[in-house]
């Protein structure tokens, strides 16, 4: 299917018919598939004048191309003309193509019942004449009269037709408001539609994924202090669980030594009270004591010598 087609510009059809004529087109042309393409494209982008592009650059490419072939053959073939003398023809053609546009305009006007804007593109017309007469004065008399006979041709810019710098009023509106002409114009000005709409596409396109990138990247930074957070949370509490365990582990070891002092203090009381009993006894009470200590020893004596006794009546008898 010819994507050109369907948006209305395709060369083969705008052509047809002219000097330029390409011949059928060697995609398909349907007038129903474009109906229903028009339709379908209110609701969905089916990106067709991408292509369309694509195919109306590489036409464009190739009649600029054949324009620069044209202006170097007329350079090879024609005179040279010094700057000056240059200057004055390219103006000359300018002019020309001026009065040949204005004709032209004038003409569609007319057809089209604007009457009155037709008569003033005319009235147009007739002044650009006569600054095109003073120009071709001025260009005859800068050159000789057998090179002034010489014809002097130049590439149109727009469909690379050859235009005669002597050329009638007539030639020139014939040319410009020919088909081949007015088809170039309709296919380069689709052509700078299309690359507007394209590029604007194009500009949406990378400004939302710029959007979807600073979203996405938001969404990654809320993740990442989220998680911060949670870190840091958990390092607070494992910090305050560490804390707690010390200061469990400082209470058992306290609880402990406070015992132990306990303990120590209650046998220092227990010998310091035992020291004291012993320096507030009595003499009389101490040499009691001495005298039940020195008696037990003496029995525990008698009782040793009585045992010895026994043993050797034991042995002499045995």
């Known amino acids: 299917m010819c ?10 059809d705008i052509l047809a018919s002219t000097r330029m004529d390409l011949g059928d087109c060697p995609k398909i042309h349907d007038l129903a598939l474009r109906a229903d393409y028009e339709q379908a494209s209110r609701s969905k982008d089916y990106y067709y004048d991408i292509d369309a592009m694509e195919h109306l650059q590489a036409f464009i ?8 072939l044209a202006k170097r053959r007329l350079a090879e073939t ?9 200057a004055k023809a390219n103006k000359v053609h300018e002019l020309a193509e001026q009065i040949g546009k204005k004709l032209a305009k004038a003409e569609q006007l007319g057809a089209e019942g604007n009457v009155e804007e037709s008569l003033k593109a005319m009235e147009e017309v007739e002044d650009i004449r006569k ?6 004065q001025e260009y005859r008399n800068s050159m000789p009269a057998s090179s002034y006979q010489q014809q002097k041709l130049r590439v149109c810019e727009v ?19 020919g088909k081949l002409h007015l088809g170039f114009i309709k296919i380069r000005e689709k052509l700078e539609d299309l690359k507007k709409s394209v590029n604007e596409r194009r500009e949406k396109q990378r400004l939302e994924r710029e959007k979807e990138r600073s979203e996405r990247g938001e ?16 390092r607070t509490r494992t910090r305050r669980s560490k804390s707690r365990s010390r200061s469990r582990s400082r209470g058992r070891r306290s609880r402990r030594s406070g015992r ?28 009691k004591d ?5 008696s037990v020893g003496a029995s525990d004596g008698d009782n040793g010598s009585r045992d010895e006794g026994g043993k050797e009546k034991y042995n002499k008898e045995s």
Request: aromatic share 2%; charged share 50%; with cysteine.
């Open 3 to 12: 994507k050109s087609f369907l948006l209305g510009c395709c060369p083969h």
């Open 61 to 68: 490419n190739d009649c600029d191309r054949r324009t620069e």
């Open 78 to 86: 024609q005179e040279e003309l010094s700057a000056e003398v240059a």
């Open 131 to 136: 600054k095109k007469s003073q120009a071709e």
């Open 159 to 177: 469909c690379s037709a050859y235009l005669g710098i002597h050329d009638n009023d007539r030639r020139l509106a014939d040319h410009f408001g």
């Open 219 to 234: 969404d990654v930074r809320r993740v990442r202090e989220r998680s911060s957070e949670r870190d840091s949370r958990d």
């Open 260 to 287: 132990r002092s306990r303990s120590r203090d209650r046998q220092r009381r227990d010998s310091r009270e035992r020291r004291r009993d012993r320096s507030s006894r009595s003499p009389k009470s101490a040499e």
């Open 290 to 294: 001495r005298r039940k200590s020195s």
